[in-house]
């Protein structure tokens, strides 16, 4: 069902608290949720009409709004469909990506297992290039279908989409995801293996806390979790955010946590960081400014 008139698809002044994991954030001051593609293009053409600011959401499992907000349009995917053809599976990008790696290896299919402790939509996972346990969106990702900053619904093929650790060309440009097409093979031991990959996610990380999933991006010299863990920063906190005592390479919020506490944190890590190890931390959550 699209809608067609904008007093029922775009709303004024809601809270994005509840659309981010990590349970932060204030007001948006315009926000639609996008069950079909054309909610999303009305939503788009509303944005450029109004000259307003886009911000595309999907489970907002990797960002960090603003305790002011964000002045301007937060469109929240949820588109929903999926879309099996022997072993190719197409998922609309707010479909959740945890969800389509424990689908599919019930189907015995193989290739997404990783994705069933990535509490993300498939939009995100693709913009993030997400990844776990060895593997990430490159190495089973066929084609995306988006839309362009001209409105156009266009398609790009695997290579075409830049990814390389935790990127892709949706990072740079001003696209949004509407879809993707996966491609898996046949595999009996799928199921097994993805329930191992989420059982040692559940033992090794703060799964029931609220964060954002890794803080920061691993340097190449040793994971970002291992030189905090080392410089004894676990446990070190700002206001109501803290470094994970289970997982050193997250922040979560335990409690009235503010965006500038974990701003804060992440600055007061990054430094201690340069100073013992000169290395320079890049996070990998994303900020997302008030305006
Ligand atoms: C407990 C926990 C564990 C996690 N573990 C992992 C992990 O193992 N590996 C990993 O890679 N990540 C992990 N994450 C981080 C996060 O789940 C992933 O980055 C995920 O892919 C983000 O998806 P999302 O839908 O939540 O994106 P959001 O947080 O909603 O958005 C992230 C970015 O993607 C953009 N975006 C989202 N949808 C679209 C779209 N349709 N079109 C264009 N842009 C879009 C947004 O604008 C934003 O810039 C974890 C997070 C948590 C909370």
Redesign the pocket.
Known sequence: MSHARPQELIKKNVSLKKYS?FGIGGFATYFSEAKTIDDLLFSLKYAKEHKLRV?????????LFDDRGYNGLVIL?KLQTIKYEDMLVTAS?GYS?ALLGIQTARKNLSGLEFAS?????V???I??N???SGS?VSKVLKKAT?IDTELNIRTLANEQLDFSY?TSI?QKKG???ISGCFSLCVSETARSKQKGDLKR?FDS?P?KEK????AFRNPQAASAGFLIENSGLKGKSVGGAFVSEKHANFIVNKGGATSSDVLQLIENVKSEILLRHNIELECEV?YIPFE
């Open positions: 994991t911000f595309v959401l999907g489970k907002g499992s990797n960002v995917n990008a990506f402790g990535i509490p993300g939509s939009g995100g996972a913009f993030m997400a990844g776990a990430d988006y935790r949706f696209f949004v995801i996610r990380q799964y964060s954002a999933g890794c994303r």
